[in-house]
């Protein structure tokens, strides 16, 4: 009988925890991250995603781990840890250099190194393969083997799941590339395609998400538009949508881990080649400030209405970076959040489904998870969960607006 191969993972976020998940049904499964308490929550069965619930996560034979020596002797690395960019919307691939090293301390020969974090064209051959060589003392394709291959889940998206998405593979040469390609056809039952190269990978996710901003931020500016003609945007795109080759976005404020950084990776490997990516950076700097839109429309709404802005009782609906999910990083509601503490209001956030411990040690807020009947003078819609379209939230939403200003651009309430 063949021995059952032994996959570790690294890093259990959003994106490293479902693969355990998926990957224990079929491999001996590590999963280590260097968050001591995420692993004694993840050892208990609880999981700070929301994707899975504690009697799932119990009945997955997962060993979880922040102990790096226990990945020795791994078939599969899979590095999943977080590829942010830093104060100058450069790349800070830190994260990735720390798991690159862990992983080259326990690298055995034949092993195959797999980096699923969204990195620039040319980084995981430029940088991951390098470190990896050099702290393991072994070669790329003679001893061990390399491939990139991009996550594409949907954090929130019930229908979408991780073994329902297709999936793109390369590798450091053909054989890795065909042994990535196999094992993750154990698990992936959507079609899963064979890049040519690493770089055309890494590419393939930068403009991936890079699409969607631009095309976003083309929604964001045509907002203001349809707003200025005092049309509905919504209607518009109805109508567009007949087309069949139009596609439907929404306006509203871009965050999170992907959408809002991965461009900048893209606009970083372009200036590395004199290239000014100018329409990227432009879609960067129209979703980075439609806050700013937002506030202006709304203040111009109070002072028609001779309402000062200032010791306002203000509420706003939803926190997460966008519907349907609990991730609150970069989220663009604490932008609106800020701006109207810094005119003296009190501002309450509501947001039952977002990452409350996230909320308070990332921005230092306390989320409202359930409605009081007190009642506001400035209700806004930023993010429109599902769960907001009950009828109980809906009709208490309405009833503690009863005497506000409500500024509702996600159309929950009409
Ligand atoms: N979240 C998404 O929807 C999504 C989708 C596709 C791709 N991605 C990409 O996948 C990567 C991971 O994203 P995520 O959302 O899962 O991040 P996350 O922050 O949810 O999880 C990453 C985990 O890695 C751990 N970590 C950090 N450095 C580590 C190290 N050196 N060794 C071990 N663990 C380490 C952190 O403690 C954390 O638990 C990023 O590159 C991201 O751009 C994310």
């Not at 925890?17 to 995420?38: A, E, V």
């Not at 100058?88 to 994260?95: A, F």
């Not at 190269?197 to 890079?210: L, M, P, Q, Y």
């Not at 929604?219 to 919504?234: V, W």
């Amino acid at each position: 009988m063949t021995r059952k191969k032994l996959v570790s993972i690294i890093g259990l976020g959003y994106v490293g925890l479902p693969l355990c998940f998926h990957i224990s049904n079929y491999y001996k499964t590590i999963g280590f991250d260097t968050d001591k308490k995420k692993i004694e929550k993840l050892v208990l069965g609880k999981d700070i995603t929301n994707n899975f619930s504690i009697d799932d996560l119990k009945k997955k034979k997962i060993y979880f781990t922040n102990k790096s020596n226990y990945m020795k002797g791994s078939d599969i690395f899979i590095i999943c840890v977080p590829t942010p960019i830093n104060k100058k919307n450069k790349p800070d691939l830190r994260n990735l250099i720390s798991a690159c090293k862990i992983v080259a301390k326990n690298l055995k020969k034949k092993s195959t190194v797999i980096i699923e974090s969204t990195v620039y064209p040319g980084c995981t051959e430029n940088i991951c393969i390098p470190i990896l060589e050099s702290l393991s003392g072994m070669k790329c394709n003679l001893d061990f083997f390399c491939g990139f291959s991009p996550e594409r889940i949907n954090p929130g998206d019930k229908f979408k799941t991780l073994t329902k998405i297709e999936k793109v593979v390369s590798g450091s040469n053909v054989y890795s590339k065909n042994l990535i390609y196999k094992f993750y056809k154990k698990f992936i039952k959507a079609k899963i395609h064979k890049a040519t190269n690493i770089k055309v990978a890494e590419a393939a996710k930068i403009i991936e998400n890079t699409q969607r901003d631009i095309n976003i931020a083309l929604i964001n500016e045509f907002f203001k538009i349809c707003d200025a003609l005092n049309i509905d945007i919504y209607d518009v795109i109805k109508m567009a949508n007949t087309k069949w080759n139009f596609m439907p976005f929404y306006p509203g404020l871009v965050g999170g881990h992907c959408i809002s950084v991965d461009p900048y990776y893209l606009t970083y490997s372009a200036k590395k080649f004199k290239i000014n990516a100018k329409m990227v950076l432009s879609g960067r700097y129209t979703n980075d400030n439609f806050h700013k839109y937002i506030c202006k429309k709304i203040d111009q709404n109070l002072k028609i209405r001779n309402i000062k802005n200032k010791n306002l009782s203000i509420l706003l609906v939803g926190f997460s970076f966008k519907e349907n999910t609990n991730d609150v990083r970069n989220t663009g509601v604490f932008k609106i959040y800020q701006y109207y503490k810094s005119k003296g209001n009190k501002v309450d956030i509501f947001d039952p489904i977002a990452d409350k411990t996230h909320a308070k040690n990332i921005y230092g807020i306390n989320l409202m998870q359930k409605l009081s009947d007190k009642l506001y003078n400035l209700v806004i819609i930023c993010v429109k969960h599902d769960k907001f379209i009950e009828k109980s939230i809906k009709k208490k939403l309405l009833s503690i607006s009863k005497n506000a200003v409500v500024y509702d651009f996600k159309k929950l309430l009409n």
